[in-house]
């Protein structure tokens, strides 16, 4: 939870001075999908995506949705899939930024884009996905080792 | 019907939330000045750690704009201060052609003026011995010179060619001990031989006593030797005295080409003497 509000705070405020705003909300929401598939971690998943939505403005619910979208996502796939591999891991993070990307788009009523946006979303996508994946290394790390140790067994 | 739901308890929380955020957004979009109140009361739980985060970030900012923005100001500086030397190497380099360029204007109108035979030279190198006055140019024997030619510049004669080889020429000046230069003094038109003293200046020889000659008469080449063009400027006459019963006066005389700053000269071909004069 701390780890939740850490990330919002750093989302919202402090982040806006990068290039690029870093997603840690959605890498945490992976990290939730592939080691917490539990109700709590549905709950937390939805309550990142509210948390966000009521500090940053936008219309509450979207990105809630799209957090507990992508935790489904991922969740699902975890269950079919062997996803404790860093490879497996950095897809899910960019297929993540994806499906969010497209979740917050269809839901704000900019489904509807024409060519032009069309390629500069794109673009943004490729570019927060990047970064995303580039930063999902670090950010598991730290979120595993703060792990319980019965758990890591 | 308790084990349904718990084995399906993560896709049934999953199912709620999606519906629930759903419609959470349904209702926001439709309406998007409603007020959530758990939006509220969350925003409200936020607001002292954003407002802290919001301290951190300026003091952060100040932090940055006042230390760690300064190295980037070194690097500019550093980097402005490379830019105006080598400006500052453009300008001297720049003033430098300029200079450069009108002292050719001036050899090129000599030239053009003494028929334009000439050959003009860059000195090379001066002889490192005192009392020894030559000098050494850029141009010999595969570029016209040869031995006797005069060497001029705008302000005068400097002297003439003792040794040339293929590509260099050795000059030997009118200020040397050894040189000697058919002159007139231009006013009265009374000849003689200015030999050079070693130290920069000339003297006149073999001006009888009875000759008028002053402080300040000019000095100009006779064209008598076959080397020398008719009427190029030697210099100024500094200094007439006779002492005892010497059948000469003696008489300093102040050259007017500086022989120590002179850079490009013309080297005059015989033909050319004779076409000028």
Redesign the interface.
Known sequence: MLLGLASILLQTTLAHHLPMVPDFLLILCVYLGIYHRSVGGAASAFFLGYGLDACSGAPVGINAFAMSLVFATVSATARQLWLQNPASVLCMVFLGVVLKTTAVLLLSDLGQLDLILRATVARYVVWDATVAMLLTPMVFTLLYRGEPFDYKV | MNRFFYRY???L??????A??????????RA?YRI?P???L??EA?YP??LA??V??QA??RFWHRYIALWALRQENEELRLRLEALQKSAQQATELDFANQRLGQLLALREELGGNAVAARIVGRSSVAWIKTVVLNKGTNHGLTKGMAVIVPEGVLGQVVSVSAHTARVLLVSDLNSAVDILVQRTRVRGIATGLADGGCTLKYIERKEDIQIGDTLITSGLDGIFPKGQLLGTVIRVGAQGGHLFQEVEVKLSADLTKVEEVLVVAPRTLQAAE
């Open positions: 308890r993560v896709a929380s999953c199912s709620f939330f999606l629930f955020s759903l419609l959470l957004a349904t209702v926001n979009i998007p959530d758990v939006g509220v969350l925003l936020m750690l954003q985060a919001s951190v970030e952060a900012g």
